[in-house]
Each structure stands twice: as C-alpha cells, then as structure tokens.
C-alpha cells in the first residue's frame, strides 16, 4: 500500500506549493478540499491543514472537525492551519497590529523540538497573514518566535501536533524543506518510497491490469505531457496502443515531421494526420479569435474521431491529464469546483473509458518520470505551446503564406534561445504576426512590410508571468536575421507586458 500524507486544502494559493515539497521529499501526498478528509483511508500517515485567504473569526470561514484528527494523526497546520487549531481549543486569533508579509527571522527556537530539529536562530521565514495568535490554549507551547511574532511555532503537548505561523512550502523559508522532512520523515515516518522509478514500476503493472487487451487510442500533441503519458502506456501495453498526431497546419516550423520521427524513434506506435488543408478552408476569412479556437478544437475532434474509427475495437482514450488539472478547487463560497475537463468532449463522442495514467504528477514529476523512461530531453523540455498553436499567432485572419511568415520568424527566434543557452530560462516563448504594415528600407528600396513581436515569458505555472530580460546583443542578432532572411517582414518588436494584466498569448 503506498502510504500518504493529506493535505487539506482550506483554499490558499500555497496549497499546491506543500504538494510539491512533499513530493520532493520521494513522500505521496494528496490534496483534498478541508471538508473531504479520507477516514476510512488507512495509507494516510499524517495530515498537513493548509492556509486560507480567510480569518478564522470570518463567518465564511473554511472549518472541519478536528476533534476527528486530532491526537488521529501527526498534524501540521500551516498560517490558517494553525490559527484554526489553536482558535478551535481556546486560542485567541486577532487582527495583528503591524500586518507581517514578507521575510523574517525566527530570533527564538527550541531546536530540541522534533519539529525544528537543524533549525537554529536566525532562520528566515516567510510570513503572509494579517492575523496573528495572540494566546494560546492550555497545553499549547511556544517553540518558536520572530521579532514580531511571538507565536511563530507551536506544539500541543505530549500529542504529535504542530502549528506554524509562517509558510515553510514557500523558497524564501529557507530551513522550510528541513522542516517538511522532520515532520513527514521524522514524526509521521514516512518512508520516502515515492520516485519516478517506483511510480513507473506501479503504474505499468496497473494499466496492465486495467487494460488486459483492451485497445487505447491516444492523441499527441507534441506536448510533454501526452508524450510521457503515451510511452509509459506503450511500455504496459505495447502496440495494443494507437497514438494519432494530427497535423493542423498551425504547428511550429518542421514539427510534424520532427516530433513524429522522435515518436517513431521511441517506439510508439502513431499515425501522422496531415490535415492542415482541412483547417486552411475552414479559418479562411476568420479573425475572431474564439472562433478560430472553435474551428480548430471542433476540426481535430472530427479528425481525430475519423482516424479512431478506422481502428478496431478500441475501447479506451489515454489522455495525458496531471494533477492540477484534477486537483478540485475551492471556490470562495466553499463549494469545490472540479476544474478537470476532458479535451473537447472526445471520450462522450466516441463512448470511450478514459485512462488517465499521469493523473497524479505535478508537472516536474511527469518530467522526471519521461527522463526515467529514457525519453530525449529536448521533448521533456519542450516550452509549453498552444493547441490552437500559430492560429492565436497570427492577429486577423490566417492564411498559408502569414503561416509561413511566422513559422521562419519563430524558427530563428526559437533556435536562438537555444544557441545562447537561454531556452531552458524562459518558460515559454515565440513570435506574433501583427495586423500591421509599416515603412522601411533595404538597399535602395523603400519597403511597406509586416511587423512581428518577439514574446518570451518567465513563469512558474503560466498563471502569472512576466517578460524575459533578455541580453540585447541576443535581441539584436534575432531580429537582423529575421529582418534579413524573412521575406515580408521588415520590422521586429518586444513585447514587454507582464500577466496580469497582459496574458501570454495575445488572442
Ligand atoms: P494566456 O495567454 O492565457 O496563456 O496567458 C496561458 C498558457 O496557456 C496557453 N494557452 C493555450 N493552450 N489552448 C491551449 O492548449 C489554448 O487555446 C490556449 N491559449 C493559451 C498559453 O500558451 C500559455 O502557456
């Protein structure tokens, strides 16, 4: 039985954040809404209560029973976590009078504690609350203070339950991780069995036993995602597995060919659709940019379910689905709302069952488990890009020769971030074909060509990002050679707006 850790989610934007130093630890963790403990779970070792963007005293508070956790389980609350504990036995929680964001050092500790084993003075901490624990239950103990903060840490008495103000998952905590391990390793005993290695090894003997000889059709996108997601279900199936990658005519400068070669090398057994005519006909004239994602999610849906259906017998879509996608969120009013959605309907459409082997990794697990399964780093590495690929590149209407344009563009910009050693620094980023002519010369001619701009982002998690600092001297060869060996374009800009309030994509 693989043992976990819960973590339940009382709605604040870190809970992911202590998923992933959890996991980094080789410990299984999963993240529950606060209402939705597993009790009758018996792998569960510990529990970890998360932050909140409430207060405790707020009447639409997040609250669960801890009278059913409590002296059940090692517990950790985290900011909200602790305050909710320390409030529900008697604590006092009060608005703090100087607010505490940001860095601070812990000035006493009790390293003695098993909670703070390694941890000494002076660590710094990271604190985001405007609530501070004012007084503490009988039987709660102080274990560690800021200047601030008299009640940073704390432990009930002879029970293996801790709060802590601040958040140990975030970097800037810098003895964070030595605290995740002394509660996971040391208090709950975890064993650290969870790698990429042992996951494969489960999952394959898994899908095994699910599948039997069941046939699976799976869509690649050239992405990681289904990448990782296609190989491992090739390694427990083997050619019992079809994989379809369908051309739409957005995709990047020689992909098709390249990426299918890749899969072919990798032993996957796929079939390359060349259908970008198809979506050609169907976006000619059209400039609204969700009708263009419209055409192309309802086109590769009726692609793809063609190409299925020439098959025998299938009787289940792999997907390539992780973790975030299936976490179910809290919305502010406590109810979750489940923000998995399937790809454009596809299993509804063909009464497909869904198979979903990735469905417990964070991002950089999926990465490590490709690695694992010895796929090339240039496809684990992959910048993430659009379905609708080039289509929300291209600002107005598309037509094959702006595609051509900007596959050119984005090929010399995308091949230059690899050169100069800055691929792997920059989340994503590409080129947009702007709706706009503007004057200039070459040689003796004047020109009245087309303007592009150059986008590369730095993000975490593309919910917020902002623009790469690139070096000029890098900038400056990109744009002489796009301007010098692009026919049509004449002019090269950077784009320099963060998310929020610019997106990434500009359609
Ligand atoms: P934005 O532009 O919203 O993008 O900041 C956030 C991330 O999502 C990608 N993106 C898409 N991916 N279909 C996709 O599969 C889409 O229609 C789509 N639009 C944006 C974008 O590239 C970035 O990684």
């Known amino acids: 039985m693989q043992e976990k850790i819960i973590i339940l989610d009382f709605g604040s934007q870190t809970t992911q954040l202590i998923g992933r130093r959890v996991r980094e630890l080789n410990m299984y963790c999963e993240i529950v809404p606060y209402n939705k403990f597993p009790y009758d779970d018996p792998s569960v070792i510990g529990v970890i209560l998360s932050g909140s963007p409430f207060s405790v005293y707020d009447e ?58 390694d941890i000494v003075p002076g660590s710094q901490v990271w604190m985001s609350h405007g ?8 039987g709660f103990r102080i274990i560690a203070s ?38 996971v390793v040391d208090i709950c005993g975890g064993k650290q069995d969870w790698s990429a290695a042992s996951f494969i090894e489960t999952t394959v003997a898994q899908l095994k036993e699910q599948l039997g000889d069941d046939k699976v059709v799976l869509g690649l996108s050239g992405g990681v ?45 796929v079939i390359g659709v060349d259908a970008s005519q198809k979506f050609f006909s169907e976006l000619a004239g059209v400039t609204d940019p969700e009708k263009k994602r419209k055409i192309i999610g309802k086109g590769f849906i009726d692609v793809f379910d063609q190409e299925a259906h020439k098959l025998s017998d299938v009787k289940w879509l792999g997907q390539g689905t992780i973790y975030p996608d299936c ?54 590495t992959r910048h993430p890009f659009p379905g609708p690929g080039l289509a929300v590149r291209i600002l107005g209407d598309i037509t094959p020769d702006k595609v051509r344009i900007l596959q050119e563009a984005d090929h010399i910009f995308i091949q230059g971030l690899r050169d100069w050693g800055l691929y792997d620094k920059v989340w994503q980023a590409g080129v947009i074909l702007l709706p706009v002519q503007s004057v200039g010369v070459m040689g003796d001619e004047r020109t009245y ?7 590369a982002v730095t993000s975490t998690d593309a919910m917020t990002a902002d623009w790469a600092h690139l070096p000029y001297d890098f900038m400056a060869e990109v744009s002489n050679k796009i301007i010098n060996t692009v026919r049509g374009v004449n002019r090269v800009t950077y784009d320099i707006s963060s998310k929020p309030p610019a997106t990434i994509e500009w359609e």
């Open 131 to 138: 609530d501070t624990i004012t007084s503490l239950p009988d």
């Open 146 to 183: 800021t200047a601030q903060v008299p009640v940073a840490a704390y432990q009930i008495e002879g029970e293996k339950s801790w709060g802590v103000q601040f958040h140990p998952e975030v970097f800037h905590s810098t003895d964070g991780t030595q605290l995740l391990r002394n509660f």
């Open 449 to 455: 060509e087309r303007a592009v701009a150059l986008r």
């Open 327 to 380: 976490i179910e969120s809290l919305s502010i009013t406590g109810t979750t709302i489940k923000s998995h959605h399937n790809v454009g309907g596809l299993p509804e459409k063909m009464n497909l069952k869904l198979c979903e082997p990735l469905r417990l990794l964070f991002k950089d697990e999926v990465r490590a488990v490709g690695r694992e399964l010895g796929m090339p780093e240039h496809l684990i």
């Open 60 to 117: 639409k508070a997040f609250k669960t029973d801890l009278n059913r956790l409590r002296g059940h389980y090692p517990m950790l609350g985290i900011c909200y976590g602790a305050q909710l504990l320390a409030q529900t036995y008697g604590g006092t929680v009060e608005p703090a009078d100087s607010r505490e964001y940001g860095r601070a050092l812990l000035t006493q500790v009790d390293s003695s504690n098993p909670l703070l084993k």
């Open 225 to 269: 995602d289904s990448s990782v997601a296609a190989v491992l279900l090739n390694k427990a199936i083997g050619k019992n597995l079809t994989c379809i990658f369908v051309d739409h005519g957005m995709l990047r400068k020689n992909e098709f060919t390249d990426v299918l070669r890749d899969y072919e090398v990798l032993g996957l057994n």
